[in-house]
């Protein structure tokens, strides 16, 4: 008998020290938790027909090996990379193994800061960037991600 083949999901994935929102550096990061934005990345998924897996890990290692299991287990990407944004190009090289659509996504607006935050490793094989909308701009890439699901779908 054909094994029944699972809906694949929405991975969100996000880096180092994004466990801390909500503790510290309201002023930038706002006071919503990552545990509150899996809730509301979750609940627009399941509006729109969707699942999420939501993880984070202060790991590149563990980043990249969520980045390859998405090959097969994921219909698209959205990523906070976190300071790995800046830096990582294993993340980078892992992404552009990836078929789905990927849209990268920050709290703060990056370009509104330090100089070393305007380079993103990530940008160049993302299909789209959201930047500085705090928590919301987690919402806006679940729209994101399932627009270009769809259109690719067509
Ligand atoms: O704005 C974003 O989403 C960032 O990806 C957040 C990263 C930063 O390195 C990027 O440049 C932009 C940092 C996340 C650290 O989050 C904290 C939250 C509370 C307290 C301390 C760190």
Redesign the pocket.
């Given at each position: 008998m054909p094994k029944k083949s699972r809906a694949k999901a929405i991975y969100v994935l996000n880096?180092?020290?994004?466990n801390?929102?909500g503790?510290?550096?309201p002023d930038i990061?706002g006071r919503t938790t990552l545990a509150d934005i899996a809730d509301m990345t979750a609940a627009r998924a399941e509006k729109l027909g969707y699942t999420v897996v939501f993880s984070q890990s202060n790991h590149e290692g563990e980043l990249v090996e969520w980045v390859q299991e998405a090959r097969a287990e994921a219909c698209g990407v959205i990523i906070?990379?976190?300071?790995y944004?800046?830096t990582s190009v294993a993340i980078h090289d892992a992404l552009r193994a990836l078929d789905c659509p990927i849209v990268e996504?920050?709290?703060?607006n990056?370009f509104a800061?330090e100089a070393f935050?305007h380079h993103s490793y990530i940008s160049a094989v993302a299909s789209g960037v959201i930047?500085g909308f705090g928590a919301t701009s987690y919402i806006l890439a679940v729209d994101a991600v399932a627009s270009l699901i769809e259109e690719a779908a067509e």
């Open positions: 880096g180092p020290n994004l801390l929102l503790s510290r550096e990061y906070n990379a976190g300071a944004t800046h996504v920050h709290l703060s990056t800061r935050r930047v």
